[in-house]
């Protein structure tokens, strides 16, 4: 079974900065693009950041120039640096992975969320 378990959420003031990290555990055969989602009060999910195996990378505009997404494929991690952080950056966030299994079926997994709230 895969489990993906985020890290680093917590309060921050307008300008500040916070680190989430993501580990993926159990058995599989390959990680192949990771991700961070964000999920805010009354608002739809969003995609925030991915980075593929290769190492490309998308970001959501509104972060563009302020969030930096990477992973460490050794320790099965990726991270989300988050700087300047707005209230509006306010969300539930959660990572993100597509993983092909032990019997090469590619699926998407999601961790429980972490909770980063942005605020004087």
């Known amino acids: 079974q895969v489990q993906l378990v985020e890290s680093g959420g917590g309060l921050v003031q307008p300008g500040g900065s916070l680190r989430l990290s993501c580990t993926a555990s159990g058995s599989f055969f390959r990680i192949n693009a990771m991700g961070w989602y964000r999920q805010a009060p009354g608002k739809e999910r969003e995609l925030v950041a991915r980075?593929?195996?290769?190492?490309?990378?998308n970001y959501a505009d509104s972060v563009k120039g302020r969030f930096t997404i990477s992973r460490d494929n050794a320790k099965n991690m990726v991270y989300l640096q988050m700087d300047s952080l707005k209230p509006e950056d306010t969300a539930v966030y959660y990572c993100?992975?597509?993983?092909?299994?032990?019997?090469?079926?590619?699926?998407?997994?999601g961790g429980k969320g972490t909770l980063v709230t942005v605020s004087s």
């Open positions: 980075i593929s195996s290769g190492g490309s990378i």
């Open positions: 993100q992975a597509t993983i092909t299994t032990t019997t090469m079926y590619v699926r998407d997994y």
